[in-house]
T-cell receptor, first 110, second 112 residues
């Protein structure tokens, strides 16, 4: 079935550093979504991408929809301690229901 | 956006018992879903809660184990039946409004 593969699985960085994570699939996705899950909370949508090649920013976050429609990346600039959490990529599968990647766990050292 | 609340937020249950989780959305939504998130894992869709009819279950999930109700457009319940320790997980309610899918805070379940 369709799968989304995220990397890296986890990251431990210093406050102020930039972060990059990506999501790939062997299948084409027409929408790419990036969610963040804070500890003890449900996922919250950060950025939605609807068009191949699209580059979208939300504050310190930037995400791109790959040209092949099989990948996407999320960058976080100048990380701060509240960036800690799990970042999930997601996209609607063939049935229209969301498929989630395995998540990238981010830890930020003050 | 959609504001989703869940009750209870957490519970510790004995094996063999059942727990019903409630999900309330602040206003009408087109679709509601229930997910399971096992410790350290991603989200797995259990079922789509259909208003006024039986839920649509994903492969590996059955109605007898996870009965779901959706009596109206803003409320749904998920019951975890005859629980075992393997059911220890976070259960998340989700709702679709427009093109965006929103999530509740989750219910943390520990089965002893």
């Amino acid at each position: 079935g369709q799968q989304l593969n995220q990397s890296p699985q986890s990251m431990f960085i210093q406050e102020g550093e930039d972060v990059s994570m990506n999501c790939t699939s062997s299948s084409i996705f027409n929408t790419w979504l990036w969610y963040k899950q804070d500890p003890g909370e449900g996922p919250v949508l950060l950025i939605a991408l609807y068009k191949a090649g699209e580059l979208t920013s939300n504050g310190r976050l930037t995400a791109q929809f790959g040209i092949t429609r099989k990948d996407s990346f999320l960058n976080i600039s100048a990380s701060i301690p509240s960036d800690v959490g799990i970042y999930f990529c997601a996209g609607p599968g063939n049935t229209g229901k969301l498929i989630f990647g395995q998540g990238t766990t981010l830890q930020v050292k003050p | 956006s959609a504001v989703i609340s869940q009750k209870p937020s957490r519970d510790i249950c004995q094996r063999g018992t059942s727990l019903t989780i409630q999900c309330q959305v602040d206003s009408q939504v087109t679709m509601m879903f229930w997910y399971r998130q096992q410790p350290g894992q991603s989200l797995t869709l259990i079922a789509t809660a259909n208003q006024g009819s039986e839920a649509t279950y994903e492969s590996g999930f059955v109605i007898d184990k996870f009965p779901i109700s959706r009596p109206n457009l803003t409320f749904s319940t998920l019951t975890v039946s005859n629980m075992s320790p393997e059911d220890s997980s976070i259960y998340l309610c989700s709702a679709l409004r427009g093109e965006t899918q929103y999530f509740g805070p989750g219910t943390r379940l520990l089965v002893l």
